[in-house]
């Protein structure tokens, strides 16, 4: 008995030695045996983001994919060593969530020379060469601003005077923070009542939130509503209407982006009176297409994901079985 435990215990061991030879040593990255993964995740910046991470390791476990992750800190030039650095151990595919939009090029052609297909995942980038990358996996980002928007046109609908509005904008020159504030700035144009007297960026952390929205409270003498790009930034911004006397979702209004559990509390304790969904659970389908395209399948050029909006009930209903 105890011979044939030794004799498996040494098989697998064994086993596991040739699957690693041949991970590294294969010259198209893990050919014959799993697929390597090199993800560049965009940082731990909130709490959409530490469940999109979880997603992407969780489910790259489940289908057997060898996963190399690297945290960039939000700097574009982490991500681009990062990049650079799976080129060079030769990963089967390169996927990631990319800080900002631009400066992307260089890069990714230096992957596309080394024949590493690139998936874009969560945030696009602004370069008109659909050729440095197979396909993008997220959220229409405008949508959701408009979401944000329309919401508040029907809550302020028979408003009379004008309607003050103060912005937490995500990371400057993010797909999300340059959609989001796209897809509002279109709804609420349509009426003048509406007025952004304060934009600025939060950085999509709460600890930033908090602090810009100190700085609003202090130089607006007059704030009806806050429209923040993700859940956050309002949470931090709740800390500063609370401290400075104020009551959030009461004497000033609160629409955010995304959907994690503390938002729909804080929505359902009437902190925050509107969530717009953001999916951040993009793991399965991102190994999906990691799968298709290491088999050189074609994929669609662009996937985007479902999403739905929280109101108190809704989000009342919901929060039990959330899982992030
Ligand atoms: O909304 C925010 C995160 O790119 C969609 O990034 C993502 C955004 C998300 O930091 O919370």
């Not at 993964?37 to 979880?54: C, D, I, M, P, Y």
């Not at 800080?99 to 992307?104: A, H, I, M, Q, T």
């Not at 959907?259 to 902190?271: S, W």
């Not at 991102?286 to 109101?311: C, H, Y």
Request: glycine fraction near 10%; aromatic fraction near 6%.
């Amino acid at each position: 008995m105890l011979k044939k435990r030794w004799a498996a215990a040494a098989a697998a061991a064994a086993g596991l030695v040739l699957l690693t030879a041949c991970g590294s040593g294969g010259s198209s990255g893990g050919s014959g045996g799993a697929i390597t993964l090199g993800f560049a995740q965009v940082g731990a910046e909130s709490g959409w983001r530490t469940a999109n991470t979880k997603s992407i390791q969780d489910s790259a476990k489940t289908a057997g994919i060898e996963l190399k992750f690297s945290d960039a800190q939000q700097k574009q030039e982490n991500q681009i060593s990062a990049i650079r650095s799976y080129i060079q151990q030769k990963v089967k595919v390169i996927a990631f969530s990319p800080v900002v939009e631009s400066g992307w090029e260089t890069v990714l052609k230096e992957a596309k020379t080394a024949n590493i297909p690139v998936i874009l995942t969560d945030r696009a980038i602004d370069s008109p060469d659909k050729t440095l990358y197979k396909t993008f996996l997220g959220s229409d980002f405008i949508a959701e601003g408009k979401k944000a928007g329309q919401w508040l046109t029907k809550e302020f609908g028979s408003a009379t005077g004008q309607v003050n509005i103060v912005e937490l904008q995500g990371t400057t020159g993010s797909a999300p923070a340059n959609d989001r504030k796209k897809g509002f700035a279109d709804v609420i144009s349509a009426d003048p009542k509406y007025k952004i007297v304060a934009s600025q960026t939060g950085e999509f952390t709460r600890a930033k939130g908090k602090e810009v929205m100190e700085a609003f409270l202090k130089s607006q003498p007059k704030i009806d509503v806050l429209y923040a790009h993700n859940d956050d930034m309002a949470l931090g911004a709740i800390e500063a209407i609370e401290a400075a006397g104020k009551v959030p979702g009461k004497d000033i209004k609160i629409v955010s982006v995304d959907g994690v559990k503390d938002a729909l509390q804080a929505l359902a304790d009437g902190k925050i009176n509107h969530v717009v969904e953001c999916n951040p659970l993009l793991g399965p389908q991102l190994m999906d297409l990691v799968k298709k395209v290491a088999a050189g399948e074609s994929v669609p050029e662009r996937i985007e994901t479902q999403e739905t909006e929280f109101d108190q009930a809704s989000a009342k209903a919901a929060l039990p079985q959330r899982q992030y």
